[in-house]
């Protein structure tokens, strides 16, 4: 893994106060009802994406649910474009046609964005199979969220992956609460990682509030995949501090809980580390902040001067024949 230099702090810490105030702006347009549908907002869970960015290699795929605003961005998608999605707007990542939950990025190799809980667990191990089956030396990483775990095709998947040895790096984004329920009443222990290790997989807890833990886990797994050693399993505990969805009251756990583990903000943690090794001054760290406003600022402002999607839209996207007979028959009617 490259050496985590001044450079990276700041690069982390940048990155991460953007994806913060990103989410944070995103709140609001969805009060102002500028974003509609669901949305699921991301806050407390940035060490993540800046850790396994630091981890990774060009060529490398990202597949994850449909808490996924901030991991397209990590791997290149251009805020504004992610930002005129989440508003449905034609200059969005899916031409306004996916909205939250359905960013993609073939370009960036960013594969979703999935709305079926555990759904891209199998496609994850799908697009490393065929990595291996074209003789690539790619690694997806395949996110999942703690409620995910819990479906039958991670089984079936898991058993695959280490049967074949496939380059896939599985991640559980274990933010403790499958929307309103928590990982203590969802299975007979909490230990998520556990369930990697009936195939054989290399499987472990990672402290997902430190960047430079999941780095170096993240590292591991995926040179450990590369090596065409196979899969590992990694149960990053970190946690979300706002509601599972806009629409969540969070009547399951209390604002004592959620205050707690501000004090293990990711955020906190780089700037506390470059102001203590005196790689910036709180001045700096505020201009940067500042800066960060901007550049959020000008993702709203491109996606509200976009435009909605043309009617005829509907149809160029959904079917791979341009003159589909289904087409024909419709306007006919």
């Not at 034609?90 to 031409?95: I, L, M, R």
């Not at 559980?172 to 990697?196: F, P």
């Not at 590369?226 to 990053?236: E, S």
């Amino acid at each position: 893994m490259e050496k985590l230099t001044k450079e990276t702090y700041l690069q982390w810490y940048k990155e991460m106060t953007f994806w913060r105030r990103f989410e944070d702006k995103c709140r609001s347009l969805y009060l102002k009802q500028k974003i509609r549908g669901f949305l699921h907002l991301y806050n407390g869970q940035e060490a993540l994406p800046a850790g396994f960015l630091h981890a990774m290699q060009k060529g490398d795929r990202v597949i994850t649910a449909y808490r996924c605003h901030i991991w397209p961005m990590a791997m290149g998608v251009d805020p504004k474009e992610v930002m005129a999605e989440l508003c449905g707007k034609a200059t969005g990542t899916s031409k306004g046609l996916g909205g939250s939950m359905h960013i993609f990025s073939k370009e960036h190799n960013f594969f979703g964005g999935h709305g079926i809980v555990g759904g891209q667990i199998p496609l994850g191990a799908g697009m490393a199979f065929g990595d291996k089956y074209n003789g690539k030396n790619h690694v997806t990483i395949c996110l999942m969220g703690d409620g995910a775990t819990r479906q039958g095709v991670l089984h079936e998947t898991f058993n695959m992956a280490m049967n074949w040895k496939l380059p896939v790096v599985f991640v559980c984004e274990n933010n403790q609460y499958a929307m309103g329920t928590s990982v203590k009443r969802t299975a007979n222990h909490e230990d998520i990682w556990k369930l990697g290790l009936g195939y054989d997989m290399p499987s472990y807890p990672v402290d997902g509030m430190d960047p430079v833990k999941v780095a170096e886990a993240a590292y591991e797994a995926i040179e450990r995949a590369r090596r065409g050693d196979g899969p590992t399993f990694l149960d990053v505990r970190t946690y979300r501090y706002r509601g599972h969805s806009m629409s969540d009251a969070e009547p399951y756990r209390t604002k004592e809980e959620v205050e707690e583990y501000k004090q293990e903000d990711p955020i906190l943690h780089v700037q506390s580390h470059l102001l203590a090794n005196k790689w910036a001054t709180q001045e700096e760290l505020d201009n940067m902040v500042e800066e960060v406003k901007k550049e959020v600022e000008a993702c709203v402002d491109f996606a509200e001067n976009s435009p909605f999607p043309e009617e005829d839209v509907m149809y160029k996207y959904i079917y791979s024949e341009p003159d589909y007979p289904f087409l024909d028959k419709l306007e006919k009617n």
